[in-house]
C-alpha cells in the first residue's frame, strides 16, 4: 500500500469512528445498557478508570483534596470520601492530571459514583472537564448527586453518560466532586463511593452487529429493561 493509500484509508477509518460515537442509535444503546447498575445489575462496558477508596495512599496519590476531606471506613462494608462544607469556601476532590481518562474516537464514556448525605444535608456534586488534545480546557459540566430523600444515610448509585456533554474536540476526561460552602459547617457532611468510568464503546458495537434492529428496540424500550 503506497503513501496515498494509506492516508485514505486512514481517514476513512477516522471517519467511520467518529460516526459511530456520535451515532444516535449507538448512544441509545448505550443508555440503556448503563442504567442497568443504576437499577441494581451490573454495570457494562469495560472500566477505565475506578477507585473505591479502600487504599488512601493510592486515592491521595491520583486526587487533590482540598478542604475538610476524609477517606475512611463507609460504615457499610466499603470505604468513601466524605465532604464537611466549609462556611466560606468549597471542599473537593479533584482528579490529578496524571489520571485524565482518555477519549477515544469511539469511546462511550459513562461515569459511575455512589453517594448519600448525612441529616437534612447535601451529597458531593460530579464536575466533568472536558480537555483537547493538548490539554487545553474545553468545557465544564455539573451534575448534582441523587439520594433518596426517605434514607439520605443510604448509599444511592448516580450515573452520567458523559459523551453526551463532551464536545468532539475532546481528547481528555477529568473527574472532580465537590461540596459548595455551607453555613452549618461541621453538621450536614456528605459522601461519595465507589467511582468508576466505564467505556460502552465496544459492547455497543458488538451488539448493533449482533442484533442489527437492536438500535430501534432499545430506543423504544422503557429506561432501564434488559433487552
Known sequence: MNVKSFLVAVIAALSVAAAFADDYSARAIARQMS????????????????????DTAKT???????????????????ASVSFTPDKENFTELIMKDSEFIPVGETSLLCVHWRARAARGGNAPSLRIDAFDADRKHLMAHGERSITDPTEPMLFTR????????????????????????????GNHFGEVADVFVTDLGPVVAAELARRPDSAQE??????????
Open 218 to 227: 432499545y430506543e423504544r424500550a422503557p429506561a432501564g429493561a434488559l433487552l
Open 158 to 185: 448516580n450515573m452520567l453518560f458523559a459523551t453526551e456533554r463532551l464536545p468532539k474536540e475532546a481528547k481528555f476526561l477529568k473527574l472532580h466532586f465537590y461540596m459548595g460552602p455551607g453555613k452549618n459547617k
Open 35 to 54: 442504567r442497568r447498575w443504576i437499577t441494581g445489575g451490573n454495570e457494562a462496558g469495560e472500566r477505565v478508570f475506578a477507585d473505591d477508596f479502600r
Open 60 to 78: 491521595v496519590a491520583r486526587w487533590r483534596l482540598k478542604g475538610d476531606i476524609k477517606i475512611g471506613p463507609d460504615g457499610d462494608g466499603g
